[in-house]
């Protein structure tokens, strides 16, 4: 059983440590945050402009346009760019559909040297499996709720 002499020695050092600790740089995270961010979604209306500009409509090209950036973010993080993408950029470069592609293809190849089955396809939807079984329960319960409330 700890004595109070413990307990009070452990925070008196918790106190002093705390004191050198250096402080996280949240402006500058907030910073990189955005302009990574950003500039993924500005790559993506880029793409959104491209394709509309081929004369498919804003639908169409949206689909598109998702296909596009995740199969630039699998392919950036098998090249492991986006990995360095992912050190600077921190939830801006998580947030947009290509990090979803990052958190499907990472474990994946992470993986990978135990076989195609039980390393790689088992792997793969560790991070994405709930993801996709919550959109598509949900995707269910709203066109069920729409079928009973629309006349």
């Known amino acids: 059983m700890p004595s109070k002499i413990d307990e009070r020695d452990k925070n008196q050092y918790a106190s002093v440590a705390s004191r050198y600790r250096p402080k996280p740089p949240y402006l500058r995270n907030f910073v990189l945050a955005f302009l990574v961010g ?4 500005a790559a993506g209306q880029l793409f959104q402009q491209i394709f509309m500009a081929q004369g498919l409509n804003d639908g169409d090209a949206g689909a598109r346009v998702a296909v596009v950036m995740i ?3 699998a392919l950036l993080t098998g090249l492991g760019v986006y990995d360095v993408i992912g050190k600077y950029g921190g939830a801006g470069s998580a947030i947009p559909i290509s990090g979803f ?11 990978a040297r135990e076989g195609y089955v039980l390393g790689m ?3 793969m939807f560790v991070i994405a499996g709930p993801v996709i079984v919550y959109g598509v329960t949900s995707a269910i319960l709203v066109a069920a709720f729409r079928l009973l409330i629309a006349p």
Do not use: H, M, R, T
């Open 38 to 41: 950003g500039a993924i979604s």
């Open 71 to 73: 199969f630039i973010g």
């Open 101 to 111: 592609a990052n958190s499907i293809v990472s474990p994946a190849i992470e993986f």
């Open 121 to 123: 396809a088992a792997q």
